[in-house]
């Protein structure tokens, strides 16, 4: 078995649904046999800002699936939540990227692992945070990575309530 930790984040429509039915369709695919959720997240656009805020997420989940299979299985759930992509980090129904995959580093064109922007993400890393802060990139942890954001960066996370 293999442990993964999921990136999930959402801006249309009823947010917190996408965000739901996205756990949802991990949680019945066959080779995902647990899933762990992180907090909720409410965070500013990134990247393009002329957009809605996004309600952001992190799961770490046990999977009998190859890291290529893991990531199809993230782009069929985006296909089915009805993702669209028009902009780069433009507004979208949901959004799933593969993190971590146990200590797999990929560097191909397909498959970035550790994903590469986690560093510089506190939208990414605080979620992280709530399901393992031991996890390392480049022989360095997350936390150590958050803490090198800025106070603005970090504070701009705000925990989502119900």
Excluded at 57 to 72: F, K, R
Excluded at 76 to 81: F, G, P, R, V, Y
């Amino acid at each position: 078995m293999s442990r993964a930790y999921l990136g999930l984040g959402t801006n249309m429509g009823d947010r917190l649904d996408y965000l739901n039915k996205a756990c949802d369709l991990l949680e019945q695919n066959e080779n995902v046999l647990s899933l762990k959720k992180s907090n909720l997240y409410e965070t500013k656009a990134w990247g393009y800002t002329d957009q809605a805020d996004f309600l952001n997420m992190c799961v770490e989940i046990e999977t009998s699936l190859a890291p290529y299979d893991l990531l199809s299985l993230c782009q069929d759930i985006e296909n089915k939540l009805d993702r669209v992509r028009v902009i780069r980090w433009g507004p979208r129904t949901i959004d799933v990227d593969v993190l971590f995959y146990d200590d797999i580093v990929s560097d191909d064109e397909k498959l970035l692992i550790p994903h590469p922007r986690i560093k510089e993400r506190a939208f990414v890393l605080v979620p992280l945070m709530d399901l393992n802060k031991e996890l390392t990139i480049e022989g360095k942890t997350i936390e150590a990575y958050l803490n090198d954001l800025s106070q603005e960066e970090r504070d701009e996370v705000k925990k989502f309530k119900l």
